[in-house]
């Protein structure tokens, strides 16, 4: 019997080696070792021998047993390693199928052409959480107590603070500026940078507002700052971003954070200035306030306003956007529709 089981070893070593398929080596395992198989077939004989044979043989049956369960596993790694991924050999002559390409939204294509064009002026790049409290969103930057922005007509506050105050009671940004009078109690002054980001208002949405946009706020605190040299950094950067001069005019404006406060506009760039709905037909766009920081808001920041002056704009990023691709609905840049986004790829 011990000769039989090792003539039964040798054979399915060498039949497991030449199996070519996964098939074929299933039908080799039932052969050897399946309930029907040779080498159970030889252990059902085990009765017959003395005990001291049938340990011994029993013994061996075992180690084969393993060898030959191991040959199957090695067998069938080596098929699957060497398996084709093809049913039949590729033509190679044929055209492969294209990847599908993304790209960056048109808005963050602004938002890092704008950190280009700040980083090359010195300015540092600012960012933080999209919730903020009423402290840093309304009261650092002298707005009043009953100013309607406070309503929730215009904030969306978050749930369980409605009825708090100050630093408790939170709420959706509804604009950046709060982030400067946070990053200036931090930096102190002289300070040169630039806060970009998403904000929420709770108001209709047309073809020029969303009720979850972009801004691009920009603030220098200095000594001495002239207001002249912030209406050269807003030529400036318009022209480093359009690549070209665009005409510029101020009005002035009426902002509770900066003191004076103006409205920024700049000519429309969808229809060259002739009027447009875009622009309501008067040939420019607000596109950001600007002003010198008021001095509530340098005091909020820990500054004393006899010493420090400077210059604010908050960039409406989206508008911006519009007028750089000649877009007349803002709302198609927050659409998701491919069909629209893919044009800026």
Known sequence: MTDKLKEIRLAGLEAFAAAETSDQLELLRQQYLGKKGLLTEILKG????????????GQLANEIKNQLAGAIE???????????LFVQPPDLTIPGTGMARGGLHPVTQMCYDLNDAFRSLNFEIFSEDEITSELYAFDHLNFP???????TMDTYWIEGTESKHGAERLCLRPHLTGGSVRYLQKHGAPARFVYPGRVFRNESTDSRHERAFFQYEALIVDRDFSF???????RTILEKV???EIPVRMRAGFFPFVEPGFEIDMACQVCGGEGCPVCQHSGWVEVMPGGSPH???????????????????????????????????????HSAD????????
């Open 46 to 57: 085990l009765g017959r021998l003395s005990p001291e044979e049938r340990r011994q043989t």
């Open 74 to 84: 090695s067998r069938k790694e080596e098929l699957l390693a060497n398996a084709s």
């Open 145 to 151: 107590p009953g100013h309607p922005a406070r309503e």
């Open 228 to 234: 002249s040299s912030g209406l050269l950094l807003v």
């Open 242 to 244: 359009f690549g070209r």
């Open 295 to 333: 001095p509530n808001v340098l005091r909020a920041a820990g500054l004393d306003p006899d010493v420090w002056s400077g210059f604010f704009i908050n960039i409406g990023l989206d508008r911006l956007v519009m007028m750089r691709y000649g877009v007349d609905d803002v709302r198609l840049f």
């Open 338 to 345: 491919l069909r629209f986004l893919e044009q800026f790829r």
